[in-house]
């Protein structure tokens, strides 16, 4: 019933951009803040983003600073990550998730079923 459905993901060449969505589906966003973390092969789970409730308040990642843009409506139940000038570091599995706080904790709650992300020529 609760869920967080993704969307955007795929193949780009580097350089190129990707817009991601996360659209709740059983509850209401605007009570939670949201993050986006990538997990690739041989990596550790790595926080991209995070936007508050009241999307006041943004963090971002140092490896994607200036070139990813998160942003949310309320209104449509949904928040995005634009990502630009993307490179091929930032191939990952990509997710969403509620953090348990209004504010960005920088912890998960729940989240989506993620999806692939590959820059790659």
């Known amino acids: 019933q609760v869920q967080l459905v993704q969307s955007g993901g795929g193949l780009v060449q580097p350089g190129g951009s990707l817009r991601l969505s996360c659209a709740a589906s059983g509850f209401t966003l605007d009570r939670y803040a949201i993050e986006w973390f990538r997990q690739a092969p041989g990596k550790e789970r790595e926080a991209v983003s995070c936007?508050?409730?009241?999307?006041?308040?943004?963090y971002y990642g140092d490896s994607v600073k200036g070139r990813f843009t998160i942003s949310r409506d309320n209104a449509k139940n949904t928040v995005y990550l634009q990502m630009n000038n993307l490179k091929s570091e930032d191939t990952a599995v990509y997710y969403c998730?509620?953090?348990?706080?209004?504010?960005?904790?920088?912890?998960?709650?729940?989240w989506g079923r993620g999806t692939q992300v590959t820059v790659s020529t």
């Open positions: 998730a509620t953090d348990p706080g209004s504010d960005c904790t920088f912890e998960y709650d729940s």
């Open positions: 936007i508050s409730s009241s999307g006041g308040f943004t």
